[in-house]
């Protein structure tokens, strides 16, 4: 069965988009500083709401673009347990060292994990080195992104 998960980002960063820079540079919830992946979300407005709640202001979503990547289920590897304290904010040691060692041992070309922001739904974290990653997605094109002028966010 084929996936689809979407990644929003600035539209100057879209040619990169799967490239893992960003994380590489900043780390995330799932990877440390140095390790490249690649995050993206089950639907758009998850996507929306994970850039929001990560500092995004609503007056630059404008500049923002939303870029599909499609992935068969094979290719997928689920955390069968959550470590304690897996959403907490900042990002614990913990959930770092999971991703990176999901990296490190190229388990899959995608680590599904929950999100953080809403835990019944899910973000996909593409490993751009894995041997199997450029067979094994399908990146879209690069789409403007935009939401209604009524979305406010506190």
């Known amino acids: 069965m084929k996936i689809r998960a979407w990644r929003i980002l600035h539209a100057k960063y879209a040619q990169d ?5 960003g994380a590489f540079k900043y780390g995330g919830r799932w990877n440390s500083i140095g390790v490249r992946v690649v995050y993206a979300a089950q639907s758009i ?3 929306t709401l994970e850039i929001l709640t990560g500092g995004a202001p609503m007056s630059l979503l404008g500049d923002f673009v939303k870029i599909p990547v499609d ?3 094979s290719s997928v590897h689920s955390l069968s347990k959550l470590p ?3 959403n907490v ?3 614990s040691k913990k959930t770092k060292e999971i991703g990176d060692a999901w990296v490190k041992e190229s388990k899959s070309v995608v680590l ?3 999100s953080a922001v809403i835990q019944e739904e ?3 974290i593409v490993n751009p080195l894995h041997q199997n990653a450029l067979k094994g997605l399908h990146i879209g094109a690069a789409q403007k992104f935009q939401v209604d002028s009524r ?3 506190i």
């Open 151 to 153: 979305l406010k966010f």
């Open 112 to 114: 599904k994990v929950p």
């Open 45 to 47: 407005a998850l996507a």
């Open 122 to 124: 899910f973000i996909y």
């Open 89 to 91: 904010y900042p990002p």
């Open 84 to 86: 304690e304290h897996w």
């Open 17 to 21: 988009a799967f490239s893992g820079e």
């Open 71 to 73: 992935f068969d289920d």
